[in-house]
């Protein structure tokens, strides 16, 4: 699953979010787009799992502020 969190002006610790999220998925991504203020998330984690995880790295946010997109795996790793 993939998760786009729009965070314009507001200051985003990534590593901070890629600490919180690996420890619920090791093999999950977090990006950030800066100019654009976009965090993306790339994880088999759950809507739930991942607000707590921005709580937990310093940036609570609200339900409507996390955006789920379809996956972009084309299945080629066999997952």
């Known amino acids: 699953m993939q998760y786009r969190i729009l965070t314009p002006g507001t200051p985003v610790d990534i590593e901070a979010v ?3 999220l ?3 998925d090791p093999a999950g991504v977090a990006d950030l787009d800066a100019p654009r203020g976009v965090l993306r ?3 088999w984690a759950t ?3 991942v607000l707590s995880l921005m ?3 310093g940036l ?3 339900r409507d502020q996390l955006e789920r997109l379809p996956s972009e ?3 080629g ?3």
Request: charged share 25%; glycine share 12%.
């Open 18 to 20: 890629s600490r919180a």
């Open 22 to 24: 690996r420890e619920i």
């Open 41 to 43: 998330i790339s994880t």
């Open 47 to 49: 809507d739930a799992d």
């Open 55 to 57: 709580s937990e790295a």
């Open 60 to 62: 609570p946010i609200a």
């Open 73 to 75: 795996c084309c299945g």
């Open 77 to 79: 790793c066999g997952g």
